[in-house]
């Protein structure tokens, strides 16, 4: 499975804090501004506010609008420590409990995975691990076989359906070679998103986590931060206010090549035994005629 590499550049991610994201899309138009990204369409569901509905080839930060009824016992979310209001009433009003809803934003992106199948998968090497850690496509050489788009288990990668090729967030990897921060991050205007060296980011999203809970948010926690996960930890991971599920991200996201190296051990043994097995035919079989 690919690896990060040790040497070379600290490896760097994103921390998205979905406790401060208001949904302005800012992330989406600065990527899709610094990356010459082409437009795609504003058609909306019919179930969201979200006019852009889901990452894809063109769209490579996407700002989930999750629309779901207030947690009972609490009435105002805590945003950051400047921010914060009084911890909730332990008794919220009959109004509170009456119907009232809440807005969970999320900007979602490419995860940068540590073992990334995209990279495992792809014939020509389009694919490749940055000295930063990230995972970048190369858009000049990806031939449009799509392998690399049902081995990502985020479902994140996509083909432009105009040529085939495959596209996806590259952190800015053209950005980050000049020493500037990803274009995303740089527009956030609640910080939303952090960019940074990795373990500086879980190191302050622990913090944050902790902060949200002291202040009455017990359903605070992270997603993707975790190097003994299914996927070796994710170069972008979030912090969220509910289950993964309902922000459409998968619970407990598996490397797809994982079984690779057990199946090629399998089909090397299974090719050795047929060789023996024809060998051994064409030995008998002349005994036979002498």
């Known amino acids: 499975m690919s690896e990060v590499p040790t040497d070379g550049a600290e490896r760097v991610g994103f921390f998205t804090d979905t406790s401060v994201c208001i949904g302005c899309k800012a992330c989406e ?101 940055t000295e930063f850690g990230t995972v970048v496509v190369q858009e000049d050489i990806c031939n449009g076989c799509g392998y690399c788009v049902p081995a990502c288990p985020y479902g994140v990668i ?64 992270l997603y993707g931060h975790d190097p003994e996960d299914g996927v070796g930890g994710d170069g972008a991971f979030f912090l969220l206010l509910d289950e993964p599920e309902v922000y459409g991200l998968p619970p407990h996201p598996v490397v797809t090549t994982r079984d690779l190296p057990a199946m090629w051990k399998h089909a090397g043994a299974a090719a050795v035994s047929l060789l023996g097995g024809v060998a051994l035919s064409f030995a008998l079989s002349g005994r036979g005629r002498r």
């Open 29 to 129: 138009v600065a990527c899709k501004e610094w990356n010459a990204i082409p437009e795609d369409g504003l058609s909306l569901t019919g179930m969201s506010y979200d006019n852009t509905e889901a990452l894809g080839a063109s769209t490579w930060r996407h700002v989930a609008f999750i629309e779901q009824p207030r947690p009972d016992g609490r009435t105002e979310l805590p945003l950051a420590a400047q921010q914060s209001t009084p911890s909730p009433s332990p008794s919220s009003s009959p109004e509170d409990e009456g119907g009232e809803m809440r807005w969970l934003m999320s900007s979602d992106v490419c995860k940068h995975c540590t073992h990334a199948a995209c990279l495992d998968v792809c014939p020509t090497g389009s694919l490749f691990r």
């Open 158 to 221: 996509e083909q432009r359906p105009a040529d085939g090729r495959a596209f996806k967030c590259t952190m800015c990897y053209d950005r980050l070679g000049a020493g500037q921060e990803p274009a995303c991050a740089k527009a956030c205007p609640t910080e939303s998103i952090q960019f940074g060296p990795l373990d500086e980011l879980r190191e302050r999203a622990a913090l944050r986590v902790d902060e949200l809970h002291e202040a009455g948010v017990p359903e605070a926690r």
